[in-house]
């Protein structure tokens, strides 16, 4: 038990030492702690945590890569050569400059997040992950932007990080690493590109403004317009209801006062058809004549009498001779519309066969 003991020290001594003498700088340094933990020693009995990979060499040669727990190896011929990381490793790209498509000079710098995939590849294929992924970012970057102008640049953020990760992969598939994402922090201009650009959005915002208040005008201006419009209508569509209603109540009152009038004459011929009518009527007109020649030289001076003015019982024969003569006269056109009446069916039979 003692001699297993001492054989076991020895052996974790050996390969400390060796691991000393052989470990790559990329491990040794600061700045790579982040990137896989320090190399442990070969004790014959080796636990490995969760998510990292140790690569173990044989005699030298690449012999097996050390799953997540207990791992046994032989001391003296294996060695663990390597301890890769396979969470996310977030590295943090310079600051560069870079030209865009117009000729504005730029700095800019990014957030690249990797991850290994092939622990193989990633201790084999490259000497320095870290640097080799940070370099093919800058200058991915670089290559992008120049392709944009200065105000693509700004608004084609999202379309430029996803180009510069599908060029890191492209070119990290041999290295084992596969690039998730990448953001770009700070975009600097230079002053004089800045107030330009400062200018330049005050100047659209002037132009909005003004746009906005001339479309305000033009609204209004077509509002107040289709208000006139529509009131002239409503105002031309009352007159003409009033028109018709005054139309109609016009007619309505020719009607009645026909109506009325008929009614009239009706009541006075059938007055006249009875027996003194004639004499009723001569005084009716000797009032009426009365009552004229009372009212002359009241609404004019100039006034034209007949001969015998003062004569009424002449003025009443005269005008009795007058209905007398018209009642002939209907009295023989009645009996000829008759006999057109009778005739005229007649007229329209059609002819014998």
Known sequence: MLLILKLQYVCSMYSKQQTQRAAPRLWVTPAQQRWASSLPMNTLVLFVPQQEAWVVERMGRFHRILEPGLNFLIPLLDR????QSLKEIVIDVPEQSAVSLD???LQI???LYLRILDPFKASYGVEDPEYAVTQLAQTTMRSELGKLTLDKVFRERESLN?????????ASDDWGIRCLRYEIKDIHVPPRVKESMQMQVEAERKKRATVLESEGTREAAINVAEGRKQAQILASEGEKAERINNANGEAQAVLLKAEAKSKAIRVLSEALSEQNGNAAAS??????????????AKESNTILLPTN???????????MAIYSTLGKT??????EMLEEKTESPENQLPPPQ
Do not use: C, W
Request: aromatic content about 6%; glycine content about 4%; proline content about 2%.
């Open 103 to 105: 000729n504005v000079t």
């Open 309 to 319: 003015a003062g004569d009424m019982s002449s003025m009443v024969t005269q005008a």
């Open 80 to 83: 663990i050569r390597y301890v």
């Open 109 to 111: 710098d990014g957030v």
């Open 330 to 335: 209907s009295q023989k056109a009645a009996p």
């Open 162 to 170: 996803s180009n510069i990760v599908h060029s890191i992969n492209q």
């Open 283 to 296: 005084l009716t007109v000797a009032e009426q004549y009365v009552s004229a020649f009372s009212n002359l």
